[in-house]
């Protein structure tokens, strides 16, 4: 099975808005996609950690597919995280995202609990042989205390042709080099986390799950070009501008802090779902003066 295009490009985790009573608004869901696409956007990326998942129901979920399905057509494929508490619900979830016309789907740890490889590998093959969607595997040893090594990586790609890429967000800029060593070009790279994308691009990454490209499209989308295409070189200045705002991203409140620098550009709300709450004090007011000087100081495209 060929690597899938859609890949090779910025995958905007999007983030799930939420209406003033705490249900999901899938009005501006809708348009929020097709901005992020009209920009340039590979595909769209919904229910992964930025989007909240954790705290969406199952119907809530194939609700969000429907919509973004609906919204962006045949434009980009929607590629949902497919994560949960148990393992059956996964793979109820990733047959429920391609008959609601997802294009893909990203295969994430379980929710809670953290175990070995055994049990990891036997989670993460339940969900990649549910269905022949392309898939991206997702690892994220800092957030699901689960670290999923290349040579792990290569067991499950050897198995599953529908493999087709590894969303790497270890931390460690040194894993992209290892991922290749093991598996060559048979998976496609994505870097993971906001604040690598330059260094991943530079280390054989071909696409970016980004989250504040939610707030900052077409400035994610140029960004991503410039370093794909130029090195850190060509991207620094822009990348200098973006880097306050991109480390936001690899924080314990990146969803808040990602919902308030989009409610602040008029690209949504930071409306969040509890546990999580919009964040006050001395953290807002540190927040709100990195947003307002990357506001101020915006570079002309």
């Given at each position: 099975?060929?690597?899938?295009?859609?890949?090779?490009?910025?995958?905007?985790?999007?983030?799930?808005?939420?209406?003033?009573?705490?249900?999901?608004?899938?009005?501006?869901?809708?348009?929020?996609?097709?901005?992020?696409?009209?920009?340039?956007?590979?595909?769209?990326?919904?229910?992964?950690?930025?989007?909240?998942?954790?705290?969406?129901?199952?119907?809530?979920?194939?609700?969000?597919?429907?919509?973004?399905?609906?919204?962006?057509?045949?434009?980009?494929?929607?590629?949902?995280?497919?994560?949960?508490?148990s393992t059956e619900e996964a793979v109820?979830?990733?047959?429920?995202?391609?008959?609601?016309?997802?294009?893909?789907?990203?295969?994430?740890?379980?929710?809670?609990?953290?175990?070995?490889?055994?049990?990891?590998?036997?989670?993460?093959?339940?969900?990649?042989?549910?269905?022949?969607?392309?898939?991206?595997?997702?690892?994220?040893?800092?957030?699901?205390?689960?670290?999923?090594?290349?040579?792990?990586?290569?067991?499950?790609?050897?198995?599953?042709?529908?493999?087709?890429?590894?969303?790497?967000?270890?931390?460690?800029?040194?894993?992209?080099?290892?991922?290749?060593?093991?598996?060559?070009?048979?998976?496609?790279?994505?870097?993971?986390?906001?604040?690598?994308?330059?260094?991943?691009?530079?280390?054989?990454?071909?696409?970016?799950?980004?989250?504040?490209?939610?707030?900052?499209?077409?400035?994610?989308?140029?960004?991503?070009?410039?370093?794909?295409?130029?090195?850190?070189?060509?991207?620094?200045?822009?990348?200098?501008?973006?880097?306050?705002?991109?480390?936001?991203?690899?924080?314990?409140?990146?969803?808040?802090?990602?919902?308030?620098?989009?409610?602040?550009?008029?690209?949504?709300?930071?409306?969040?779902?509890?546990?999580?709450?919009?964040v006050e004090g001395a953290e807002r007011?540190?927040?709100?003066?990195?947003?307002?000087?990357?506001?101020?100081?915006?570079?002309?495209?």
């Amino acid at each position: 099975m060929s690597n899938a295009a859609f890949l090779k490009g910025v995958l905007p985790a999007i983030t799930t808005p939420f209406k003033a009573d705490g249900s999901v608004d899938h009005e501006f869901l809708g348009k929020h996609a097709n901005i992020l696409v009209d920009a340039g956007c590979s595909a769209i990326v919904p229910l992964g950690s930025l989007g909240e998942a954790a705290t969406l129901s199952f119907d809530e979920k194939v609700a969000i597919i429907k919509t973004l399905v609906a919204a962006v057509g045949d434009r980009v494929p929607v590629v949902p995280g497919i994560a949960s508490l148990s393992t059956e619900e996964a793979v109820k979830l990733a047959q429920a995202a391609k008959a609601a016309g997802a294009g893909g789907v990203m295969v994430l740890p379980v929710y809670v609990y953290s175990s070995d490889w055994l049990e990891i590998s036997a989670h993460a093959k339940a969900v990649l042989g549910a269905t022949d969607l392309p898939a991206i595997l997702y690892n994220n040893p800092i957030a699901y205390k689960t670290d999923i090594v290349p040579a792990q990586i290569a067991e499950l790609a050897a198995e599953f042709p529908n493999l087709q890429a590894v969303k790497e967000s270890s931390g460690d800029v040194r894993r992209f080099a290892a991922i290749k060593e093991v598996l060559g070009d048979r998976l496609v790279l994505l870097v993971g986390m906001d604040d690598a994308i330059v260094e991943g691009l530079a280390m054989g990454a071909e696409g970016w799950i980004a989250g504040l490209v939610n707030a900052y499209p077409v400035e994610s989308v140029k960004l991503f070009e410039l370093a794909r295409d130029g090195g850190y070189k060509a991207a620094a200045e822009l990348y200098n501008w973006f880097l306050p705002l991109l480390r936001l991203d690899t924080v314990p409140k990146f969803v808040q802090l990602i919902k308030l620098v989009q409610e602040k550009v008029g690209l949504g709300s930071e409306k969040v779902r509890a546990p999580r709450l919009v964040v006050e004090g001395a953290e807002r007011v540190e927040t709100l003066k990195v947003i307002d000087h990357a506001i101020a100081t915006q570079p002309k495209l």
